[in-house]
């Protein structure tokens, strides 16, 4: 026997049968009508387990089985992989992956999509799988590789495209109205002054600045190096220092220039600040397409912009600029 029904603004399913009992709460009765028909399957095939007292099965658990097996090898999981993983553990608090569904997964998915792009959400949907492979418990229904394996066929989640998206006349000055009085201001100035990754801002602490030699350093992938990353250093170019200097008025006094737990709310933050501004299909990612383009808009050499960019070779530099033919006209 089932039953659901509605406490607040969730769901609440108990499953009695052949004496066994199962409940759970959800967000949505269709997502509790699902684990309903899950369950009642399994018990009466024989096939369900009490894993009620089984911590080890717990989502956040099994994320964090994932993270060590990188740390015990000295590995360190790039900033925002462990904020993918982090806002997955934070959402599936008290989950056990027996009970995970494929309408939990999905609403995951949706929930994500609103502030992130299809290619960002098929990373962290990827990072979901690779922990519950990692964990090798085996389960009755493969709930993620279902849901992505849907994602997929709805083309929701899908590869990166090559951007070319830039700053259009105004958006600039919108932005910072919008932004008035909070850090993401000043560090959408440092990121179009520095061309650095959202999780490299996000890393960045104020003792990274060395005035004296006019640098500054971030710890960049390096695919060469033993931890991932190695220590590379920027050109304390032009608004650089201006934009350091707005984050000190703004930002509350701490080791980092941004106040955040996770990289991701950086973009979360953006998203809802492009939202505000009625801007359309402005990633923050795209700052940093902008800002290399500016460089050599400066008259700045291919070598040069590389020492800022971090980019190996010409190539995987030219995905990131984006000149516009009226900007050429004279030279």
Excluded: C
């Excluded at 000190?248 to 955040?260: A, D, I, S």
């Amino acid at each position: 026997m089932a039953t659901i029904r509605q406490r607040g603004k969730s769901w609440y399913a108990e499953v009695r049968l052949k004496g066994k009992v199962s409940r759970k709460s959800f967000k949505t009765k269709a997502a509790a009508n699902s684990w309903v028909l899950q369950t009642e399957g399994a018990i009466d095939s024989n096939k369900w387990v009490d894993v009620r007292e089984s911590r080890a099965a717990l989502i956040e658990n099994i994320i964090d089985l994932l993270i060590y097996s990188y740390e015990r090898f000295g590995i360190q999981v790039a900033g925002p992989k462990l904020s993918a993983l982090t806002q997955i553990k934070t959402y599936f608090q008290g989950t056990s992956i027996h009970l995970l569904t494929v309408d939990e997964v999905l609403d995951f998915a949706a929930y994500r999509r609103r502030t992130v792009s299809g290619s960002t959400l098929q990373k962290q949907m990827y990072y979901f799988k690779q922990a519950i492979d990692n964990s090798r418990i085996r389960t009755e229904v493969a709930a993620v590789d279902i849901a992505i394996e849907e994602l997929k066929r709805k083309k929701i989640i899908k590869g990166s495209r090559l951007r070319d998206r830039r700053l259009e006349p105004g958006e600039y000055e919108s932005l910072m109205r919008e932004a008035e009085g909070h850090w993401i201001g000043p560090v959408i100035d440092f990121a179009l002054a520095t061309g650095m990754r959202q999780g490299e801002i996000w890393a960045f602490k104020w003792s990274d600045i060395d005035e004296k030699a006019g640098t500054l350093t971030s710890m960049r992938k390096d695919k060469d190096a033993e931890s991932g990353k190695s220590k590379h250093e920027i050109p304390l170019l032009e608004g650089v220092r201006e934009a350091l200097q707005r984050a000190q008025n703004l930002v509350p006094q701490g080791p980092k220039l941004v106040p955040v737990k996770q990289a991701a709310s950086i973009s979360d933050k953006y998203a809802k600040l492009t939202k505000a501004a009625n801007i359309v299909d402005l990633k923050f990612h795209d700052l940093r397409h902008e800002a290399i383009s500016r460089m050599f808009e400066r008259g700045m050499t291919i070598e040069q912009v590389r020492v800022v960019s971090g980019h190996r070779s010409f190539e995987q530099l030219a995905r990131y600029v984006n000149l516009r033919a009226g900007d050429l006209t004279g030279l």
